[in-house]
């Protein structure tokens, strides 16, 4: 049974650096792509940000280039998201999401987490 959960929001004021984690469990990470999404306030479909495949290589959207890290860690089953620079437009709820292919996620991934909560305010 393939699980996600996230962990690892709050508050954090602009300029600021936070990291969100994902626990997965059910099936192997090192196999297939897993992603970040963010869904706020007003909008339908929550945001594809970037994603770590098969092969270790990443994608990120341009908004989040340069500020922004996936990783992974296999033996833990965990994957990672390192955030600098932190602005008001990137409060959100995050989620970590995967189709369980190797190299694509979809837009409207098979396997979502519950979401952790991540507000940028003074």
């Known amino acids: 049974q393939v699980q996600l959960a996230e962990s690892g929001g709050g508050l954090v004021q602009p300029g600021g650096s936070l990291r969100v984690s994902c626990v997965t469990s059910?099936?192997?990470?090192?196999?297939?792509?897993i992603a970040w999404f963010r869904q706020t306030p007003g909008k339908q479909r929550a945001e594809f940000l970037c994603?770590?495949?098969?092969?270790?290589?990443?994608e990120y959207v341009d908004s989040v280039k340069g500020r922004f890290t996936i990783s992974r860690d296999s033996a833990q089953k965990m994957v990672y998201l390192d955030m600098d620079a932190l602005t008001p437009e990137d409060a959100g709820m995050y989620y970590c999401?995967?189709?369980?292919?190797?190299?694509?996620?979809?837009?409207?991934?098979?396997?979502w987490g519950r979401g952790t909560q991540v507000t940028v305010s003074s």
């Open positions: 059910g099936f192997t990470l090192d196999y297939h792509a």
């Open positions: 994603m770590v495949k098969t092969d270790g290589s990443t």
């Open positions: 999401a995967t189709d369980l292919q190797p190299y694509r996620v979809g837009t409207t991934p098979r396997f």
